[in-house]
């Protein structure tokens, strides 16, 4: 007569310690997966973001200073007033400044037009 019942041998069986072992290795291997991971990607896209912030924003400051300096050698700038005994030196200041505040503006417009159209986008 033929033997019915299937043989396993007794080294594949697992005991309870190994299926406790096998559970927390999962979910370990499962927590690194969801969290370690998409971490040390938002850290890559965070650091090229911070590194672009910071050279836009040397290039705006080197450009508004090459703006003021360009204007501190115009000869209107510099003449002194003959009827009011002073002169227009503050002006290039001021136009820097209100340059550099109509490029400020232009930015913050840019960024929220394009966060409102990231939250149409995803309700």
């Known amino acids: 007569m033929a033997n019915t019942t299937p043989s396993t041998p007794t080294a594949d069986r697992k005991g309870p310690g190994d299926h406790v072992n096998e559970l927390k290795t999962l979910v370990i291997d499962y927590a690194k997966q969801e969290t370690v991971d998409p971490l040390k990607a938002m850290g890559r896209y965070l650091g090229w973001g911070m590194g672009g912030s910071f050279l836009i924003g040397t290039g705006v400051t080197l450009m508004l200073l090459g703006l003021l300096r360009g204007l501190q050698h ?50």
Not at 100 to 109: E, I, K, R, T, Y
Request: charged residues 20%; positive net charge; hydrophobic residues 50%.
């Open 74 to 123: 115009i000869e209107v700038f510099n003449r002194p007033l003959e009827e009011h005994g002073g002169t227009w030196s503050f002006a290039p200041y001021l136009i820097t400044i209100v340059v550099g505040l109509v490029v400020m503006a232009f930015a913050g417009l840019a960024i929220k037009k394009k966060s409102a159209a990231k939250k149409k986008a995803n309700p």
